[in-house]
């Protein structure tokens, strides 16, 4: 029998909280254009790249007036309308809105922070009619927020395709001293992914201030911090800097890593390079390998630096001489050197490469063009010093019109894997548009078939916001990497960070403490990376961001996590579809929301009562169930 999850969810109150949306109900009749996103309290309608599309008051609402989403002409662009909200921190808040559509739309709601990372999110079912979709969020450390409505969506954000839906009634309202009564059931016999490699969970480690030849004085070396968090992969180069860097100067044989290229407007942690391109404590090619091997890492991700092949001559502080042939026999070189080693290699062309050039954030701009010449020239590099090596492009960031859309047909027999980058509590945005560009490609199924995508960097962090290291961030955090694992041809994932530039214990950046061992943000690392089976189970909820993720390991055993990510007290009523009556617990627990020193461990065995478990999570954390079928 096929069963899967159900979540009923619900909320005791002694009073009603006031609504924090501003006309929720569209009586008003005023929605602003985009420039007006970022004011508090105002209806405001994006309307990117089309003018085939339109927002506007309707009268046909559920009692009065509606907004309303047209759009008839034809592809997707980015359509929805925002409003800000003001939060208080560190609060639990319920969203509640109500949607109908045309029965091809799955319009979408979400509360993101105001760089527009989701936070939260919820898909309508098709069907025609009005329906009730509801939010459970925490505010974090955010004071203002945004409640986004993707009208046009199917399924995804930042989409709008041609159609009709209309939104109603939206409320915010605050959950303190409320209650959470939460019915779950599982089918332990539905598998809904497989194929998850063995501990898929590393760091993408920071190239300046991780190498223990430079700081000898911690008290637990990068090898056995590596080793706790139990990944059977890492990643070199940490990021945007990777795009700036070497491996090796001529004859490209031995680890001497310098600057192809410096810009000090572009590149931050300018105070580790010097004026002739060498660098100041760097993690060496080898030492990467060393510590790696040392922990029992498999699989070895880097970045091959090529912004330098966009840097225009005069502007740069520095450049490599004859920088296109540079690059091309240094991949070479680090692919034969790292073949020497007999490590398994996966090297990813650039660093988000696909992002456009935000004047602001100072990135060197690329076209799809550009991309397909320097992937070209790379890969056969890359193949000829090491045939079993991959090789990895960037995407997900850019429209796939702009992007994949012109990649695959040109350059798809270079391409083992793609990167995607996964930042805040649950966007899937990236990943979405990898597979969507992968599902219309003209070219071999086969082809298709072996291609992965791989995280190189993912966090719960809002990039721009700050972020914790603590009870509550960690679980978010812990959410986060269960969402990366059920999405489709998703594999290998790296933490961003071990050690970011701040290197603070307190910041939730960072996986690793400054003197070794593992932080929160690590910790729940771990716990997926020993936990997480190969497979995950089927899991349906009535509210996504109280999630209920379920895996089953090759030796049977299987793990149910049950998440509290709000704050406020929930009781789990769960029912396990074989008949199970009792399991080992475990917790992810502490003191409060702010500890930054919570722990796992042991609660002993729950059993059940006429079939159904039990569960309490009095405030923020996860409890994980495990029996062996």
Same mark, same amino acid.
């Given at each position: ?45 994006? *309307?990117?790249k089309d003018a085939a599309g339109s927002f506007a008051i309707d ?23 925002? +409003? ?46 009005? /329906? ?35 939104? %109603? ?7 303190? !001293? ?30 300046? $201030? ?11 070396? /990068? ?43 572009? *590149?931050?942690?300018? /105070?580790?390079?010097?004026? %002739? ?19 029992? =890492? ?33 991949? &070479?070189? +680090? ?15 650039? $660093? ?57 047909? &040109? ?22 548009? =990898? ?11 086969? *082809? ?49 960070? %071990?050690?970011?530039?701040?290197? %603070? ?17 690590? /910790? ?69 929301d702010d500890d930054t020193a919570p722990v796992w461990k042991q609660? !002993? ?13 009095? !405030?923020?954390?996860? =409890?994980?169930?495990?029996?062996? +079928?």
């Amino acid at each position: 029998m096929r069963v899967i999850i159900i979540i009923a969810c619900c909320i005791s109150s002694a009073f009603a909280a006031e609504n924090i949306v501003r006309d929720g109900t569209f009586n008003a009749g005023d929605i602003r254009s985009e420039s007006e996103g970022n004011t508090p309290g105002v209806w405001a309608a994006y *309307v990117i790249k089309d003018a085939a599309g339109s927002f506007a008051i309707d009268a046909d609402g559920r009692s009065g007036n509606c907004v309303k989403y047209v759009k008839t002409g034809e592809g997707s662009h980015n359509f929805h309308l925002n +409003q800000v909200i003001e939060v208080t921190p560190n609060t639990a808040y319920e969203m509640r809105a109500w949607m109908k559509s045309d029965v091809h739309l799955k319009p979408l709601i979400s509360v993101s922070g105001m760089n527009w990372k989701p936070i939260a999110t919820n898909v309508l079912k098709p069907s025609g009619e009005w /329906q009730e979709l509801r939010l459970l969020f925490n505010s974090g450390t955010n004071t203002r927020l945004r409640f986004e409505w993707f009208a046009g969506a199917t399924g995804a954000m930042f989409t709008g395709i041609a159609g009709t839906s209309r939104l %109603d009634d939206v409320a915010v309202t605050d959950l303190a !001293g409320e209650t959470l009564s939460l019915t779950a059931r599982v089918a332990v016999n539905d598998i809904v992914k497989s194929g998850i490699p063995e501990r898929p969970i590393g760091v993408s480690e920071n190239v300046f $201030n991780t190498s223990d030849r430079f700081y000898p004085e911690r008290t637990i070396s /990068q090898a056995k911090t590596l080793a706790l968090l139990g990944g059977r992969t890492v990643r070199g180069m940490e990021g945007n800097i990777g795009d700036f860097l070497i491996w090796s100067v001529p004859p490209y044989d031995k680890p001497a890593m310098r600057a192809s290229a410096y810009h000090p407007k572009r *590149v931050y942690m300018h /105070q580790y390079f010097r004026p %002739d391109g060498t660098l100041d404590r760097p993690m060496e090619f080898d030492e990467f390998i060393d510590t790696g091997i040392a922990a029992g =890492v498999k699989e070895f991700f880097y970045i091959i630096g090529i912004d330098a092949l966009n840097a225009i001559a005069g502007e740069w502080d520095y450049m490599l001489p004859d920088v296109t042939n540079a690059i091309i026999h240094a991949a &070479e070189g +680090q692919a034969r050197y790292a073949k020497s080693r007999g490590v398994s290699m996966w090297f990813e062309i650039g $660093n988000e490469t696909d992002l456009n050039d935000y004047k602001e954030k100072k990135l060197v701009p690329w076209t799809a063009e550009g991309y397909i010449e320097a992937l070209k020239l790379i890969a056969p590099a890359i193949k000829r010093g090491d045939r079993t090596a991959k090789v990895g492009v960037n995407a997900g960031f850019r429209e796939n019109k702009e992007w994949l859309d012109r990649i695959l047909p &040109e350059a798809h027999e270079h391409i083992d894997f793609f990167i995607a980058h996964a930042y805040s509590p649950r966007g899937t945005y990236a990943m979405d548009r =990898v597979n969507d560009a992968i599902a219309r490609a003209s070219i071999p199924e086969a *082809v298709k078939a072996r291609w992965t995508i791989c995280l190189t960097e993912t966090s719960s962090y809002n990039p721009g916001s700050p972020i914790r290291n603590d009870l509550a961030e960690s679980t978010r955090n812990f959410v986060r990497m269960g969402v990366n694992r059920l999405l489709p041809r998703v594999t290998y994932m790296h933490f961003w960070t %071990d050690r970011a530039a701040d290197n %603070d214990s307190m910041s939730g950046k960072n996986a690793f403490h400054p003197n070794g061992g593992l932080l929160p943000m690590g /910790q729940v690392l771990s716990v997926w990376n020993e936990h997480g089976g190969e497979r995950m189970l089927r899991t349906e909820t009535e509210i996504p961001d109280m999630p209920v993720f379920a895996t089953k390991k090759n030796n049977g055993t299987v793990n149910i996590f049950l998440a509290n990510t709000v704050g406020v007290p929930v009781r789990y009523l769960l029912t396990i579809d074989n008949g199970r009556n009792e399991a080992a617990a475990f917790a992810w627990t502490g003191t409060g929301d702010d500890d930054t020193a919570p722990v796992w461990k042991q609660l !002993g065995t729950v059993r059940a009562e006429n079939g159904v478990f039990s569960v309490s999570i009095p !405030g923020t954390g996860f =409890v994980m169930l495990s029996f062996k +079928q």
